[in-house]
C-alpha cells in the first residue's frame, strides 16, 4: 500500500519579490534535493523565479512551504503555481540559465 502523498506529481511556480541576487536559485536547488524531488530553477527577465518541481505530493507540498520562505535576504510576495502532468525526461535537480 502506498503512503499518503506518494504519488508523484509536478507543479510549476513563478515567486515574485526581492528573489534575485540573494541565493534564491541555491536555496532551491538544496531544497530539493534534500527532498528527493527532480526538476529546475531559473531566474527571470523581470526578476522573478521560477520553479518546476516533480515528486510525491507531500514532498512537493513542503518545497511550495519552503519557497514561500526563501532564504534569509530574500521577500517573498507571492508563489503562483500551476499543477502539471510529470515530464518523464527530469532526472535531477538543476539551475538553469537564467531565461532572457
Avoid: C
Avoid at 514561500?68 to 502539471?84: F, H, I, K, N, T
Amino acid at each position: 500500500m502506498a503512503r499518503r502523498g506518494s504519488e508523484v506529481s509536478q507543479f510549476r511556480a513563478r515567486v515574485t519579490g526581492r528573489v534575485q541576487g540573494v541565493g534564491f536559485r541555491y536555496f532551491a536547488q538544496r531544497e530539493a534535493q534534500r527532498l528527493g524531488l527532480k526538476g529546475w530553477v531559473r531566474n527571470l527577465s523581470g526578476g522573478d523565479v521560477e520553479v518546476v518541481a516533480q515528486g510525491p505530493e507531500d514532498a512537493l507540498q513542503e518545497m511550495l512551504r519552503t519557497l514561500r520562505q526563501g532564504p534569509p535576504l530574500a521577500w517573498v510576495r507571492d508563489v503562483v503555481v500551476e499543477w502539471q502532468p510529470p515530464d518523464k525526461s527530469l532526472v535531477s535537480f538543476h539551475i538553469k540559465p537564467t531565461s532572457w
